[in-house]
Structure formats: structure tokens, C-alpha cells
């Protein structure tokens, strides 16, 4: 399974939280799925961060660490990511997640995502 985790998700992953369904946490670290986490969630976690509307349980430079020592990949944005972007409904206005949402299109990735406001796009949800 191909998927790719909305930044909360990637998240309560990583700091433990008991919001992400056990269900999950297991295909999250089943060796088996792809997983992915969006370079434009690292953006969003630095932005919180240095906002004072975020706090994690470990150092940021450690983040990328974390993610490789789960088997998370870092996707990159591409040129065809903002194109989607581009031509996509505005049910959601957070660019972030309209990035994220834009990825999952072009990538053929699965969301794990607790937002509602994804459902409304053209792509494959993970949730509970």
C-alpha cells in the first residue's frame, strides 16, 4: 500500500498521541507499506513551530531522522504537484493541505487523514 500521511498524522505518529487508531499505527509501521510524508508538512511543522502554535516531543533536525528510521520517505514537490494544484475545487483553502491533496493525485497515494475536507477531492483516504 502507497500511502501518505497528512502532517497530523505524521504527528500523532511520531509524538505517540492516543488520536491516531491503533489500526493505523500498525499499517504506518508495517514494513510493508510505502509510505510517504509531503516535504510541504515539514514546511507547515517549521512554520507552526517557529509560531509558537506547535510543540513536538523531539528536536525538529530530528524529524528527518525519525521519518528515516520509520520508513517514511520525504516527497518532493513537483512542477505536475502545482499544476493539480492549480485546477483543484477550493473546497480546502489551506495550502498545505491542498498540496498534500495535489501529491496524492499525481503520486496515486493513499491519505491517512482525520480531515473531512479531503473526502471532497478525487483521491484515496485512510481513516479510522
Not at 499499517?27 to 502554535?53: H, N, T
Request: hydrophobic share 45%.
Amino acid at each position: 500500500m502507497k500511502l501518505l500521511l497528512d502532517t497530523h498524522i505524521f504527528l500523532w505518529f511520531m509524538n505517540g498521541s492516543s488520536e491516531l487508531p491503533e489500526k493505523l499505527i500498525k499499517i504506518i509501521a508495517d514494513m510493508g507499506s510505502q509510505c510517504f510524508l509531503s516535504i510541504a508538512s515539514i514546511w507547515e511543522i517549521a512554520v507552526k513551530l517557529s509560531l509558537g502554535k506547535l510543540e513536538i516531543t523531539i528536536d525538529f533536525s530530528e524529524i528527518q531522522r525519525f521519518a528515516e528510521n520509520n520508513k517514511i520517505e520525504i516527497l518532493p514537490i513537483s512542477f505536475e504537484d502545482t499544476r493539480v494544484v492549480r485546477d483543484l475545487a477550493f473546497h480546502h483553502r489551506d495550502p498545505f493541505d491542498r498540496i498534500i491533496i495535489a501529491q496524492s493525485i499525481t503520486n496515486k497515494l493513499t491519505i491517512i487523514t482525520a480531515d473531512r475536507n479531503f473526502r471532497k477531492y478525487e483521491t484515496e483516504i485512510l481513516w479510522n
